[in-house]
């Protein structure tokens, strides 16, 4: 299928266009059957084999509606009156396997420490008398070897793990863990290479930096220094890179509290006094109202300009931008935050609205480790709209 931008911005409509296929089976007998008023179809019957074809009219989709599923908004941390606090722990596992495999072995590498390591961690955590609400697992692969391989192996293993978590930890065994994966993290290998002070790092950096694609990266890294540079990155940084991350939120038993206060009040003051409210004050009216609606985007606007040092508020004025088809304010906003990794979805999104499905795609690949589901649907749109 295939998606192509029509129109500008205010009059954007997606076409996606549902091409005739045609397929060939042999020994298949067929009866026609009514044609519907979407389409026509025809049934060809040459000597020796049945071809069909179907001409299926192209379907209009409104291109907002689909913008709007590809942005992302910032949860701000706000006191709620009278709620048991929540808070998340980000736990981290280095687990080895043998080349292409994917099933968890405690006497394989150093997984026994690790695994143990992890267990107490975990038991910490249950004996504080907290509540586990959820486990975000994901796993990480690094970007040695092939690509679609790497994504396979990366998604199995952690299927693999969460059946693993579930069987040492039988709290977590009703449907609390979700899994997720990066195929290759190359930005947690750019990390890895800027700290370490190699004397290759600045050229390296440069090379991951500006990658079109994991393949020509990787043949451009093993050209460094007649491949000296790639076997150093092997040897060091690699295995650093697989492993498992837990985000596991958590409720615990301590309540906080804060003063009452009129949301009402609050909600006209943003238009008869808007001076008057404090950042925390803005944050509560903005949770009023349903991301993308003109209202949030109002209370995020003013509270981005206002207090241009509180990233959220800034990245959220960005997102309800997006989805009001303001792609210069937008623009305005991303600027400010262009180093913050939460900004880059949308700075992608701000690419397909600006007719640049190339960059909007190095965007998503960037903030796969952020949100891997979302990057990934966001970055298959693109290809299409690309084609």
């Known amino acids: 299928m295939k ?7 205010a009059g954007m409509t997606l076409l996606m266009a549902l091409f005739s296929c045609g397929t060939q089976q042999q020994g298949v007998s067929t009866q026609s059957g009514s044609v ?6 025809e049934v060809v019957k040459p000597a020796q084999t049945l071809v069909r074809r179907a001409d299926i009219p192209m379907v209009q989709v409104d291109a907002l509606s689909v913008y709007r599923q590809m942005i992302n908004y910032i949860e701000p941390e706000t006191a709620t009156s009278a709620l048991p606090a929540t808070s998340t722990q980000q736990l981290t596992a280095f687990i080895d396997f043998p080349a292409g495999g994917i099933t968890i072995n405690p006497s394989y590498g150093g997984n026994r420490a690790e695994l143990e390591r992890l267990k107490g961690e975990m038991t910490a955590l249950l004996r504080n008398g907290d509540e586990i609400k959820s486990v975000r697992l994901t796993g990480y692969a690094s970007p040695d070897g092939d690509t679609k391989e790497n994504e396979r192996l990366a998604g199995n293993r952690a299927i693999q793990f969460k059946n693993y978590l579930q069987k040492q930890f039988k709290q977590l065994d009703n449907g609390l863990i979700s899994i997720d994966w990066v195929g290759e993290d190359w930005d947690g290998l750019a990390r890895l290479i800027a700290e370490s002070g190699k004397p290759y790092a600045r050229k390296a ?3 991951i930096k500006d990658r079109k694609d994991a393949d020509s990266c990787r043949k451009q890294l093993r050209a460094l220094d007649n491949g000296n540079v790639y076997k150093d990155i092997e040897k060091n940084f690699f295995a650093r890179l697989r492993r498992m991350e837990l985000s596991v939120s958590c409720k615990s038993q301590v309540q906080t509290t804060q003063p009452d206060v009129n949301l009402a009040e609050l909600a006209q003051m943003v238009y008869t006094a808007p001076d008057k409210l404090s950042l925390e004050q803005l944050m509560l009216v903005a949770s009023l109202y349903r ?13 981005a300009y206002r207090y241009p040092s509180c990233k959220e508020a800034v990245l959220n004025a960005a997102a309800a931008s997006l989805a009001l088809s303001d792609v210069e304010s937008a623009r305005y906003f991303l600027q400010s935050v262009q180093n913050d990794p939460r900004a880059w979805n949308n700075e ?15 965007f998503f690949r960037k903030y796969l480790p952020q949100n891997p589901r979302l990057a990934r649907q966001n970055m298959e749109i693109a290809r299409q709209m690309k084609e």
């Not at 998606?3 to 911005?9: A, K």
């Not at 991301?291 to 509270?303: F, I, K, N, S, W």
């Open 205 to 207: 950096l440069a090379i």
């Open 3 to 9: 998606i192509r931008l029509v129109g500008d911005i």
């Open 291 to 303: 991301p993308g609606t003109e209202q949030y985007r109002e209370v995020y606007e003013l509270a």
């Open 36 to 41: 519907s008023q979407q389409g026509t179809e």
């Open 348 to 362: 992608g999104v701000l690419c397909l609205m600006t007719s640049d499905p190339e960059g909007a795609i190095g």
